[in-house]
């Protein structure tokens, strides 16, 4: 792995309008800042309602019939995503070192999981940008009937600051692949590598218009959600903020809304797993990203013969967690995003150990540290009324949950408003085989976690969301179907 840029030069803050750069029409900025140090990297600039409606312009005119876009033979559109991806493995130490110091996770992971990841999703929607197709349909009576995959248009794609660049690629991959035009919203916390990818999406030779990219805070997000002239919303994020979304679409024109939202994952962990496998694979599959991950497996039940052991070696596990600087090769955890998540995941502990939680590590920020850090922490004797058992922590805080039977864990494990993800650890395939039709769950992982790929659907049940990531259940989510019944004078077969 090559060394990172430890302080890369920020080359793009503005918006990204019709391929060019632009300055917000109010002239408002945010500060976007470096989560180890909490300094303020860079002044971005912010997209107000005019900026949104300029944006929209321009992605509507790209969709125009008869434009470049809409006249672009699909092996082309394929081309270009795969020139976007040629470009950031080109670009791929410079991304992944923005991405670590704009939002705090290790440089290993940014560079060795984020980007070969992103890269591989646009090569893999590349390759079906000429193989999405209607069928012909032997329609009853004198009739000539076929359908037409059409794409819905223009879309405003919202995308979290957990995994920035990834969530981009999984958005504008099925998107550009379907013939689309697309307003991207990067989160505020985290603007800098949409940005530059912007860039790149020029320089792979699309279409003016057909990618556009506003940084912004909320608002820019909701003037998009609410815009009439907006076809498709596609969010990742908050369960709260997906709620206002599909509010929108309802006040508004209706608009198709995707959403893959909150998380409170069941990790069942069964007695005759292998316990140093399921314990370092129950770690990773929580602690992975600083435990900012809508899929973690932020409960993990651990059946009874086996608890106290597991409990022991989870915290063991812990403590010897590597954190600091993430730019360090060795570090497995940086900072959380910001100080405003910080407090919320060190205010969740608290009511844990209120609610008489017993904390067997971690459980309060480092000493001598500065950044927003967390100390790798793990809840013993949780029940399943607690608050840290119900509500999405989003840190690097693992509860254990002990059960007994099958039938039990499967109840407790459904007993929750979302459905995102679910694990199983057990030898037994019959057990394992029973769990899996039992759990209500978008994505159940037997004997691993956080196994996610290109050609594998992701998204949730319940308050989860719905649609689908990945895969070619993803590119549903950006056509519509067309009906063409044309009268004939005589059918044959």
């Known amino acids: 792995m090559p060394q990172p840029q430890t302080s890369p030069d920020v080359l793009y803050t503005g918006l990204f309008i019709n391929n060019e750069w632009h300055k917000s029409k109010s002239g408002n900025t945010f500060g976007t800042i470096n989560p180890t140090t909490e300094q303020t990297i860079a002044e971005v600039q912010s997209a107000g309602k005019e900026d949104v409606d300029f944006a929209v312009k321009a992605a509507r005119q790209a969709f125009k019939l008869g434009s470049p876009w ?83 248009g223009v879309c405003a794609q919202i995308i979290p600051w957990n995994f920035p660049i990834l969530m981009m690629a999984w958005k504008l991959g099925p998107a550009l692949a379907t013939g689309n035009t697309i307003v991207l919203k990067p989160a505020e916390q985290t603007s800098l590598t949409a940005l530059y990818i912007a860039q790149l999406v020029k320089e792979a030779g699309f279409p ?50 995707t959403l893959e939202l909150g998380g409170k994952s069941p990790n069942i962990i069964l007695a005759d797993a292998d316990m140093d496998y399921a314990v370092e694979t129950a770690h990773f599959g929580l602690f992975f990203n600083m435990g900012q991950c809508c899929c973690a497996g932020s409960r993990t039940f651990v059946e009874d013969k086996i608890y106290d052991e597991f409990v022991e070696r989870s915290a063991e596990r812990a403590k010897k967690r590597a954190i600091g600087n993430p730019f360090e090769l060795t570090t497995e955890q940086g900072p959380q995003v910001n100080q405003e998540q910080m407090e919320k995941i060190l205010g969740l502990i608290k009511t844990g150990q209120d609610q008489g939680a017993k904390i067997v590590a971690g459980g309060k920020r480092p000493e001598g540290l500065p950044g927003y850090f967390v100390e790798p922490t793990v809840f013993a004797d949780v029940q399943d009324n607690m608050t840290i058992a119900r509500e999405e922590i989003f840190g690097p805080v693992q509860q254990l949950i002990r059960f007994k039977k099958l039938d039990e864990v499967i109840e407790r494990a459904n007993n929750s408003d979302y459905g995102l993800a679910a694990g199983i650890f057990t030898k037994d395939l019959d057990k394992a085989n029973y769990l899996v039709n039992g759990l209500r769950a978008g994505t159940v992982w037997v004997n691993t976690y956080n196994a996610l790929a290109a050609q594998a659907p992701f998204g949730g049940y319940k308050m989860s969301g719905h649609g689908r990531e990945n895969g070619e259940y993803a590119l549903s989510n950006y056509t519509e179907v067309k009906s063409v019944i044309i009268k004939v004078p005589q059918k044959n077969s």
Do not use: C
Request: hydrophobic letters at 35%.
């Open 70 to 152: 809409r006249r672009m033979d699909a092996s082309d559109r394929g081309r270009l995503l795969y020139r976007l991806a040629d470009l950031m493995e080109r670009d791929q130490v410079y991304l992944a070192s923005l991405e670590t110091l704009d939002n705090g996770k290790p440089y290993s992971m940014s560079y060795n999981v984020d980007l070969p990841f992103a890269i591989k999703n646009l090569r893999y929607f590349a390759g079906w940008a000429d193989k999405t197709h209607g069928k012909t349909i032997p329609m009853d009576g004198e009739f000539f009937t076929y359908t037409r995959h059409e794409p819905v």
């Open 208 to 257: 003016e218009g057909v990618v556009n990219v506003l940084p912004g805070m909320g608002e820019t997000g909701a003037f998009l959600a609410n815009h009439q002239d907006v076809d498709k919303v596609a969010f990742t994020g908050s369960t709260d903020v997906g709620k206002l979304i599909q509010l929108a679409s309802g006040n508004t024109n209706l608009k198709r809304v």
